[in-house]
């Protein structure tokens, strides 16, 4: 069975639990998104929702936001194929929830209303729309990178069931999602978005539950005989538990995996998404308990992510997953298959399907935010428009972004979904988390300081990228019969987020402002207190 679902297409039975499994799944979240919808046009509730809920749940609607189809494929694969290696990468993918904790949750929520350039805009009072201009700008790139890296993974998926898919089935594969997103933030915002967070995020705990208890029992709960059995398939022998697979073979491939590291441990406090779920909770209490939720969600989720990634080398092996996928993505659909047959891997399918639809949609939300509040209500009109034009804008944004990220998903539908994703976390850590960070903590921190952050973190993440091995020189590049790659990492963020935070202390050092710092000093005990 494993063997035969590697080498190509499924059966029209066997795609039809999947099929229906998530017919059910859209059906229940579009009913719910419709009936929690903002009736009356207020902006509060369009952005941030009610605000009443409880701690645990939006623990579970962080942890949906967080963890997306990269995760649940990627990772797996990559545990799968390089073992040590890829469980290392894991703990970067758990710990940049640590510095949220840490460090910006509770400020950010002090201080900002709907969106980060409400926060930077409270500091920088005297220059308002260029800052929430450049942050609206960063903010959009981010996103749409994020949200065409989930439609890529759509089509990843869809050629998991059906082979590689033709150029239509694609075209009606992303555009079909992608529509979906829109549907959920246009109609819903975030009150739709939040309940298919937390639908996606209980189906996530139960599904990976199930499968990580089924592998453990195959090896009668013995972490040394699951191991044991992984490095024997793996086709590496004890090289698969030590590291160098993939990150260690050469320096230059140390370092990316730093880069990498780096990249996703700042990256997830400076993700769109993340800050405006930040805000949404009605205290600091009630803030700090859902992120402690979040911290330990996603840890389960990683650590079961692990023991899937080591089961399938053990149970399937990683010949077979290669034969299927060479990137390691249809290893977690293969377990599913060779564990708990076809029940499970049909509860996968839908997992993963309702993964990328609860990621789009609240990445699709975060970037109308942005375009309506900051660029158009603030920076273009001033602030001269009330609520029920704001949400008509940011309706309408959330259908402009969506039909912008269908656009790019079908020219790029061949990228890797992963570096996309990668690619949005390097750009979030190099403009947005220097200019969160200073804007928080540095009392001499100026507007022109957060310009040379946003736009310099962004124009150095964008152009080390295109001058990557990512763009051309590698037979997986996007352009392999080019050669102008001089940067030789494919990720920039171990340049890039050194270089943001250098920009920001340049801009604001050379900057003939000085530094408001009675206002600071007022901002400062709103960021600890709460208290406007």
Not at 113 to 130: C, E, H, K, N, S
Not at 203 to 225: E, I, M, N
Not at 358 to 364: E, K, Y
Not at 461 to 484: E, G, K, N, Q
Request: aromatic share 8%.
């Amino acid at each position: 069975m494993v063997t035969a679902y590697a080498a190509g297409a499924m059966s029209l039975s066997q795609l039809r639990l999947p099929l229906v499994l998530f017919l059910v799944f859209l059906a229940v979240t579009m009913f719910t998104a419709i009936i929690t919808s903002p009736h009356r046009d207020e902006l509060g509730e369009f952005y941030l929702g009610s605000r009443r809920l409880s701690p645990l749940r939006y623990g579970m609607a962080m942890c949906g936001d967080y963890i997306s189809a990269a995760t649940l494929l990627g990772s797996t694969g990559l545990v799968c194929l390089t073992g040590y290696d890829g469980l290392l990468y894991l703990v970067g993918t758990a710990i940049g929830w640590i510095m949220v904790l840490l460090l910006i949750a509770e400020p950010l929520r002090n201080t900002g209303l709907f969106t980060l350039g409400d926060t930077v805009a409270l500091r920088m009072r005297d220059a308002q729309r260029p800052v929430r201009l450049a942050v609206g700008i960063c903010a959009l790139v981010v996103s749409v990178l994020y949200l065409v890296a989930q439609l890529v993974a759509s089509v990843a998926l869809l050629a998991q069931f059906t082979g590689m898919p033709g150029s239509a089935a694609r075209a009606l594969c992303v555009t079909t999602v992608g529509c979906l997103v829109v549907f959920y933030v246009a109609v819903g915002g975030m009150p739709g978005t939040t309940f298919i967070q937390i639908a996606k995020t209980v189906l996530l705990v139960v599904v990976v539950a199930v499968a990580v208890v089924l592998v453990l029992t195959h090896f009668t709960w013995s972490g040394d005989d699951l191991l044991g059995a992984a490095a024997a398939n793996s086709g590496h022998g004890d090289a698969y538990l030590r590291p160098g697979l993939r990150f260690g073979a050469s320096t230059v491939s140390k370092l990316d995996f730093f880069s990498l590291a780096l990249s996703m441990a700042l990256g997830v406090g400076g993700l769109p998404h993340i800050v405006m779920r930040l805000l949404s909770p009605a205290g600091t209490r009630q803030l700090r308990t859902a992120v402690l939720w979040t911290v330990g969600l996603v840890g389960a989720v990683c650590l079961a992510v692990g023991i899937l990634g080591l089961g399938t080398a053990a149970i399937v092996g990683t010949d077979n997953v290669r034969a299927g996928d060479s990137t390691g993505n249809s290893a977690v659909l293969l377990l599913a298959q060779s564990v708990g047959g076809t029940l499970l891997m049909a509860a996968f399918s839908c997992l993963v399907f309702a993964t990328i639809l609860s990621v789009a949609a609240g990445v699709t939300l975060a970037a109308a935010s942005a375009l309506a509040h900051d660029v158009y209500a603030h920076a273009l009109r001033q602030g001269r428009v009330n609520d029920r034009q704001e949400v008509a804008v940011a309706r309408v944004s959330a259908g402009a972004v969506g039909v912008l990220g269908i656009l790019i998903a079908l020219l790029a539908w061949d990228w890797n979904a992963a570096s996309l994703a990668f690619l949005a976390f390097a750009i979030a850590a190099s403009s947005m988390v220097p200019t969160i960070l200073y804007t928080l903590f540095w009392s001499r921190f100026t507007a022109r300081g957060a310009l040379f952050a946003l736009y310099g973190g962004l124009g150095c993440s964008l152009l080390l990228v295109v001058f990557s091995p990512l763009v051309s020189s590698t037979p997986a590049s996007l352009l392999p019969s080019a050669d102008f790659a001089w940067f030789p990492l494919q990720n920039p963020g171990i340049v890039s987020v050194p270089a943001g935070f250098l920009l920001g202390w340049l801009g604001t050092v050379t900057s003939s402002r000085t530094a408001d710092h009675a206002g600071y000093q007022e901002f400062e005990e709103r960021c600890l207190t709460g208290v406007e």
